[in-house]
């Protein structure tokens, strides 16, 4: 175990549909970053968040709207997606945007039909 | 920006035998370099790091090799095993900017 959860591992949603994508972080890290992960591509960042604030938007479509209450937990918002946004989605952290060693979760598998 | 590239999309190796993956980067800016190993179903796995100040760095069956002057990376395990049958990804980064990911190379063990 990483020391990083996510929530659900396995999600099948609609293209009207609104979900939420949860990450949990048990390690003390002040940095957070979601990540889109496709077959044959290399893991895309999204977003970063350093004690709390966004630092980094990678040209993200607005149908993906993250949100970060505090340190320990980041969570990605889902609206209206496509199906080309099916993929794993990853969260991680570090200890801060210059730590860089990023501890991974497992994942949530989105399945947009 | 950073770009990232892995030399070989897969790699065979007899267990037992050594493993080499490359990996090349485009920043020569670029001053912190960390390989990633993902088992199917899981999310990368933190294996090791080097900052751009090192050549060369080892840690428990794994080395990673830093050449500056060609901008490239390497992984090498030491007597591969079953449980080593990943795909590995190398990544960069340089001052404040966010780690750049190759795209990963799928190591296979066969027995």
């Known amino acids: 175990e990483t020391g990083v959860t996510q929530t659900p591992r396995h999600l099948v949603m609609g293209m009207t549909n609104k979900k939420s994508l949860k990450c949990e972080q048990h390690?003390?890290?002040?940095?957070m970053y979601w990540y889109k992960q496709s077959a044959k591509k290399p893991l895309e960042l999204m977003f970063v968040?350093?004690?709390?604030?966004?630092?980094e938007n990678n040209s993200v479509p607005s149908r993906f709207s993250p949100e970060c209450p505090n340190s320990s937990h980041l969570f990605l918002h889902l609206h209206t997606l496509q199906p080309e946004d099916s993929a794993l989605y990853l969260c991680?952290?570090?200890?801060?945007?210059?730590?860089?060693?990023?501890?991974f979760g497992p994942g949530t598998r989105l399945t947009v039909t | 920006g950073e770009s990232v590239g892995l030399h070989l999309p897969t790699l065979s190796v007899q267990e037992g035998d050594n493993s080499i993956i490359n990996c090349a980067y485009s920043?020569?800016?670029?001053?912190?370099f960390i390989w990633y190993k993902q088992e199917s179903g899981k999310g990368p796995q933190f294996i090791i790091d080097?900052?751009?100040?090192?050549d060369k760095r080892q840690g428990q069956r794994v080395t990673v090799l830093l050449n500056k002057t060609v901008k490239h990376l390497s992984l090498q395990i030491a007597a591969t095993q079953p449980g080593d049958s990943a795909v590995y990804f190398c990544?960069?980064?340089?001052?404040?900017?966010?780690?750049?990911f190759g795209k990963g190379t799928r190591l296979s063990v066969i027995a």
């Open positions: 991680a952290s570090s200890q801060d945007t210059q730590g860089y060693e990023q501890y």
């Open positions: 390690l003390g890290h002040n940095a």
């Open positions: 968040y350093n004690f709390k604030e966004q630092t």
């Open positions: 920043n020569s800016a670029s001053d912190y």
């Open positions: 080097i900052r751009s100040n090192m």
């Open positions: 990544a960069a980064a340089s001052g404040n900017t966010p780690l750049v």
